[in-house]
């Protein structure tokens, strides 16, 4: 071959690799331009960066700060407990609850004809049941039922139930006024006991028991002769087998308010009673001023005379009515 056939071919080819060598450069560049079209994905999260997240997190913090005077909205959260009390206990309109509170060697039942004959009258009527444990344990479960009532309330305890309408009525608002059916009512750091040695001692005094815990039992044999004398004798046997044992040191136990002291009070003596001394029945209604009322029966009156402990009761709630 030529020299200047050898110079052409060599021009020729240096043209060829300088096209291969655009061609390369140029691949790479329309390669890159395709990657955005093959991934979608990144374009709808492009928009979730600029999107409201930082905008909204701005006005998130503007509402902190007035939380931060949310202490004065949580100043009126504190009222709110306390308007529990004004709720359980407005003092307006007639008497129609009844709240009765039993005492020792008995459960809430032994009000069973009592409340029967107060439902009948139209009054709402609840029944405690002391656990008997001590005198904070009882006047905690009645303060629980006193609660619920929607209303000027009466407060009714018989027997050692006495002690626990003198301690839970003090203070309490919707309570208009306290019965005390053949029950204890105490003075100011005055116990049971106390009272009950005003007097020589009960016969049913005989008849009680402690046992190894601590807690005090009838004995089944004399419960209807010095308890409920007055009581079929088949009833009586029934009431001593479901009989509420009382801890012992209930009965030495004082209180530290006293309700009669502030409301007004009526009081059932039982003039044939043998577990507390009617004597001392009439001293305790006599030191309170109460309204008196005499019934010949047995110390379980709300059992033997259930209708004329109810109109008791009733007769009460009226004359506060009234007052209202």
Not at 163 to 192: K, M, Q, R, W
Not at 199 to 209: K, V
Request: proline letters at 10%.
């Amino acid at each position: 071959m030529s020299p200047k056939r050898l110079l052409c071919a060599a021009a020729l080819c240096l043209c060829f690799a300088a096209a291969g060598a655009l061609a390369q450069t140029a691949a790479p560049t329309a390669e890159p331009a395709a990657e955005p079209a093959d991934m979608p994905g990144m374009e709808s999260s492009a928009p979730e960066a600029p999107e409201p997240p930082p905008p909204p997190a701005a006005p998130a913090v503007v509402p902190a700060t007035p939380a931060a005077t949310a202490p004065t909205p949580a100043a009126p959260a504190a009222p709110t407990a306390s308007a529990a009390k004004p709720r359980a206990a407005p003092m307006t309109g007639p008497v129609h609850n009844v709240v009765l509170v039993h005492g020792a060697f008995v459960d809430g039942s032994s009000w069973n004809g009592v409340v029967a004959k107060l439902q009948q009258k139209g009054y709402h009527v609840s029944s405690v049941q002391n656990p008997l444990t001590s005198l904070a344990d009882d006047v905690a479960a009645t303060r629980r039922v006193l609660a619920r009532q929607n209303g000027p309330t009466i407060l009714v305890g018989h027997s050692w139930g006495g002690v626990v309408i003198t301690e839970a009525g003090a203070n309490a608002p919707n309570v208009a006024g306290l019965v005390y059916v053949a029950a204890i009512a105490p003075d100011l750091h005055e116990s049971t006991m106390d009272l009950m040695k005003r007097a020589a001692p009960a016969p049913a005094g005989q008849a009680i028991t402690a046992d190894s815990t601590g807690f005090l039992w009838l004995d089944r044999s004399k419960y209807h002769a010095d308890f409920a004398a007055d009581v079929p004798e088949n009833l009586t046997r029934v009431l001593s087998a479901a009989q509420q044992p009382i801890s012992a040191r209930a009965f030495s136990e004082t209180v530290s308010q006293v309700a009669w002291r502030e409301k007004p009070s009526w009081y059932i003596v039982t003039t044939r009673d043998r577990a507390i001394s009617p004597e001392v029945e009439q001293f305790m209604a006599n030191r309170m001023g109460a309204k008196i009322v005499p019934i010949s029966s047995s110390h379980l009156v709300p059992v033997s005379h259930a209708g004329a402990v109810a109109d008791v009761i009733d007769r009460a709630a009226r004359e506060l009515s009234r007052q209202q």
